[in-house]
């Protein structure tokens, strides 16, 4: 069975960090590209960052520029976000995914309409 599944979300103060794991299962992560996508109440899904397979470029979105790490570890099978600087307007629900392209531009990554996804996690920043 293909499975996505989050953890490491939580409260944080402003200003704290907090890493997020996503742990594959079913498939090889390696070969797939990767994305963070996040969604706050009343909002549309917004991508945060993205890494591509084949080289492990990453992409960010301007917001999380700098504050925010997409890494992976193949061994383990799992993606990381690690979060820095938070801030309360990041308070969302956070989603991996993976998906693999025939084509794929790191610019355009955060359009792409990818095949896994995982349940989320909640990260909820105070003030």
């Known amino acids: 069975q293909v499975q996505l599944v989050e953890s490491g979300g939580g409260l944080v103060q402003a200003g704290g960090s907090l890493r997020l794991s996503c742990a594959a299962s079913g498939f090889t992560l390696d070969s797939y590209a990767i994305a963070w996508f996040r969604q706050a109440p009343g909002k549309e899904r917004e991508g945060v960052s993205c890494?591509?397979?084949?080289?492990?470029?990453?992409y960010y979105a301007d917001s999380m520029k700098g504050r925010f790490t997409i890494s992976r570890d193949n061994a383990k099978n799992t993606v990381y976000l690690q979060m820095n600087s938070l801030k309360p307007e990041d308070t969302a629900i956070y989603y991996c995914?993976?998906?693999?392209?025939?084509?794929?531009?790191?610019?355009?990554?955060?359009?792409?309409?990818?095949?896994?996804w995982g349940q989320g996690t909640q990260v909820t920043v105070s003030s």
């Open positions: 995914a993976a998906g693999r392209f025939s084509q794929y531009v790191l610019r355009l990554c955060l359009n792409y309409g990818y095949n896994y």
């Open positions: 890494m591509s397979s084949a080289d492990g470029r990453t």
